[in-house]
């Protein structure tokens, strides 16, 4: 077992399908102690449990029936909230002994639509058994009877289990590989040294840099529908909308999702385009952790900058009145971005002076302690 990829997630190796199907004999060994000598029904929940209630039955060497109902509660990689009832419940179950198969009971919200759907018949009694019980995050009032493992909080697929209906089909079960998930926006005026600490902290943290304007130029070099329209946008001296740039990162993000993270530079620029963010990461179920701002000494700066200008030959490095417009920019759109942030707990200012293994180790503290 190794690392797998649906979609735009990663998955990493959880359960073998050995130790699945001995789960499943167990989950069928309690039940069998318990009803061997009657005929009860079996009700499977689907889709999940699909394969659960296959090897199940393989495992059940008594006289039973098996139905199924179908109810959903989940999109990607989050449950909705609302429970649909899609399949329901099977005829002739009065006077039966029924015991729900499920593949998994995280919340308790699909089996509090079952008990409602069982409330209303008059069946002998209904029990509840699942293979997968994330015991930790149940917050159901109804006790689980039989449960095969219980496992952590974590997004699992396979062996019935899907994301956005991939990955069902495997014979084992595979956890998301985004433990150390760690998402920064960084910042720093021009020559603070972004683009060197980002290289570093990419490195340390198994991160993505994702410069905007290398985002911008890759595209539009490459001729890529996104570059195409940004530039139409450019040619005509417009700014490029949000909408656009977001696509661009959106992109990027996808194309890297063995990545641990992403260090956002160059994005967000104002309030609207960090409102922006945090939706499309919310939609991705990932978060920024933390914006992290260099901070240094304008004269400092001023110097580096000039000193970098020699080199560079860059002719906004030699002019300090250039250098200084730059500055009362940055400050002029990054307060309202830092009082953002700082509304989200999030921001963190970190002291831009001193040789670069310094300031790595200060990010690396802020960082850490995430």
């Given at each position: 077992?190794?690392?797998?990829?649906?979609?735009?997630?990663?998955?990493?190796?959880?359960?073998?399908?050995?130790?699945?199907?001995?789960?499943?004999?167990s989950?069928?060994?309690?039940?069998?102690?318990?009803?061997?000598?009657?005929?009860?029904?079996?009700?499977g929940?689907?889709?999940g449990?699909?394969?659960?209630?296959?090897?199940?039955?393989?495992?059940?060497?008594?006289?039973?029936?098996?139905?199924?109902?179908?109810?959903?509660?989940?999109?990607?990689?989050?449950?909705?909230?609302?429970?649909?009832?899609?399949?329901?419940?099977?005829?002739?179950?009065?006077?039966?002994?029924v015991?729900?198969?499920?593949d998994?009971?995280?919340?308790?919200?699909?089996?509090?639509?079952?008990?409602?759907?069982?409330?209303?018949?008059?069946?002998k009694?209904f029990?509840?058994?699942?293979?997968?019980?994330?015991?930790?995050?149940?917050?159901?009032?109804?006790?689980?009877?039989?449960?095969?493992?219980?496992?952590?909080?974590?997004?699992?697929?396979?062996y019935?289990l899907?994301?956005n209906?991939?990955?069902?089909?495997?014979?084992?079960?595979?956890?998301?590989?985004?433990?150390?998930?760690?998402?920064?926006?960084?910042?720093?005026?021009?020559?603070a040294g972004?683009?060197?600490?980002?290289?570093?902290?990419?490195?340390?943290?198994?991160?993505?840099?994702?410069?905007?304007?290398?985002?911008?130029?890759?595209?539009?070099?490459?001729?890529?529908?996104?570059?195409?329209?940004?530039?139409?946008?450019?040619?005509?001296?417009?700014?490029?909308?949000?909408?656009?740039?977001?696509?661009?990162?959106?992109?990027?993000?996808?194309?890297?999702?063995?990545?641990?993270?992403?260090?956002?530079?160059?994005?967000?620029?104002?309030?609207?385009?960090?409102?922006?963010?945090?939706?499309?990461?919310?939609?991705?179920?990932?978060?920024?952790?933390?914006?992290?701002?260099?901070?240094?000494?304008?004269?400092?700066?001023?110097?580096?900058?000039?000193e970098?200008?020699?080199?560079?030959g860059?002719?906004?490095?030699?002019?300090?009145?250039?250098?200084?417009?730059?500055?009362d920019?940055?400050?002029?759109?990054?307060?309202?971005?830092?009082?953002?942030?700082?509304?989200?707990?999030?921001?963190?200012?970190?002291?831009?002076?001193?040789?670069?293994?310094?300031?790595?180790?200060?990010?690396?503290?802020?960082?850490?302690?995430?």
């Amino acid at each position: 077992m190794g690392l797998i990829k649906l979609q735009d997630k990663t998955f990493k190796p959880f359960l073998s399908e050995e130790q699945i199907l001995a789960a499943v004999k167990s989950v069928a060994d309690k039940i069998a102690a318990d009803y061997k000598d009657q005929n009860p029904i079996f009700v499977g929940v689907l889709n999940g449990s699909f394969m659960f209630v296959s090897d199940f039955l393989k495992a059940y060497d008594f006289p039973c029936e098996v139905s199924f109902v179908k109810l959903s509660s989940y999109q990607g990689l989050t449950s909705t909230g609302i429970v649909e009832t899609l399949l329901d419940l099977p005829e002739n179950i009065e006077g039966r002994s029924v015991i729900i198969l499920e593949d998994i009971i995280d919340t308790g919200r699909t089996l509090k639509e079952l008990i409602h759907l069982f409330s209303r018949t008059n069946v002998k009694e209904f029990k509840i058994a699942t293979l997968f019980y994330k015991s930790s995050v149940y917050r159901g009032e109804y006790p689980i009877d039989y449960f095969g493992l219980d496992i952590p909080d974590k997004f699992i697929v396979g062996y019935g289990l899907d994301y956005n209906e991939q990955g069902r089909n495997l014979k084992e079960v595979y956890q998301l590989n985004q433990t150390t998930m760690i998402n920064l926006v960084l910042f720093g005026k021009p020559g603070a040294g972004k683009g060197t600490q980002a290289e570093f902290l990419k490195e340390k943290y198994n991160l993505k840099h994702i410069s905007t304007g290398d985002v911008f130029r890759f595209n539009i070099k490459n001729g890529t529908e996104l570059g195409t329209l940004a530039k139409s946008y450019i040619d005509k001296g417009e700014l490029v909308p949000d909408e656009v740039t977001i696509n661009m990162l959106q992109a990027e993000v996808e194309k890297n999702p063995e990545v641990a993270g992403f260090i956002f530079d160059g994005f967000p620029r104002t309030t609207a385009q960090a409102e922006a963010l945090d939706a499309f990461l919310e939609s991705k179920d990932m978060t920024i952790n933390a914006t992290v701002a260099l901070e240094a000494n304008d004269e400092v700066l001023i110097q580096r900058l000039l000193e970098r200008g020699k080199v560079s030959g860059r002719s906004d490095d030699q002019d300090e009145n250039k250098i200084r417009n730059r500055f009362d920019e940055y400050n002029l759109k990054t307060a309202p971005l830092k009082e953002f942030y700082e509304g989200q707990s999030k921001f963190y200012s970190v002291n831009g002076i001193g040789s670069i293994a310094e300031i790595t180790e200060r990010l690396a503290g802020v960082i850490d302690n995430l």
